[in-house]
């Protein structure tokens, strides 16, 4: 008899992993691939809004909400 509850139980464990289930105790939480931290950090660019030349975060003028590679860029879109 309790083998069979057992057994039943081990299988509906089996199909909720299946469906994608996770059990936090047995399941470790995924590690970070490796090679996705080759590079190191990458300054994240953006386009110039009005030339289209890519520029780093740092170097970027920002002004409302998009980015300008320089003050003339920046004047020419107002
Ligand atoms: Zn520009």
Redesign the pocket.
Known sequence: MWLKVIFIGIILVFIYRLVGGKIPFIDKPEAPKEGEHDFGKIEATSE?A????YITEADAIIYQKKS???N??LEKSK
């Open positions: 110039c009005t030339c289209g030349t300008y590679c320089s003339d860029c």
